[in-house]
């Protein structure tokens, strides 16, 4: 019986030791951090998109090079990809709902197509940032790029749980609105 009574009661020492976690790393469940690694996230996102919605011929010649998809929907997906990042980049900025989610799917999908373009050996653009990358012009190498998907990946990942352990939840685009309106007719 005795050795169960932790159960019912609780563990001091694991306690003890979360507590001492919380106060060592607080700065990692602070809300400045959080909203630091946000912030940085959709600052990438979105000049990458802006960048790529100025030039969205170059960016149709970059995803032709990858050969994945059918020329004739090359042109759509070179200005619809980048509006994408634009409107997650926004979304993270606020912090409303889904848009987190939406950036890991797009992050995921541009990291498998580093990983195709890797495993088949191309030596293209990356199309990341759209025609002034500098890392275009230098390296022409996917794995640079696809190393910068992992740390956003982790960042991605980060947010993710920071908002797990603090029990927070993004707003949703309906409430966003609302506040807005009733902060416009007052």
């Not at 030039?55 to 059918?70: D, K, Q, R």
Request: contains cysteine.
């Amino acid at each position: 019986m005795k050795e169960l009574e932790h159960l019912q009661y609780g563990n001091p020492a694991a306690n003890n030791v979360s507590e001492w976690v919380f106060r060592r790393l607080g700065w990692c469940f602070s809300i400045w951090s959080y909203r630091t690694i946000r912030i940085m996230l959709s600052a990438v996102f979105f000049s990458s998109g802006i960048s790529k919605l100025f030039s969205p011929e170059s960016f149709a010649v970059v995803i032709e090079a990858y050969g994945i998809i059918p020329n004739s929907w090359v042109t759509p997906v070179s200005i619809s990809l980048p509006a994408l990042e634009v409107i997650l980049a926004v979304g993270l900025l606020l912090d409303i709902r889904a848009s987190l989610a939406g950036t890991a799917a797009l992050l995921a999908l541009f990291m498998g197509i580093l990983g195709y373009g890797i495993h088949l050996g191309l030596d293209v653009d990356c199309g990341c940032f759209g025609p002034e990358d500098p890392e275009a012009e230098a390296f022409h190498g996917l794995r640079s790029a696809l190393y910068r998907d992992l740390v956003m990946a982790a960042g991605i990942v980060y947010l993710y749980g920071w908002r797990f352990v603090r029990s927070v939840a993004p707003i949703g685009l309906g409430e966003l609105m609302q506040k807005f309106l009733k902060r416009r007719c007052k």
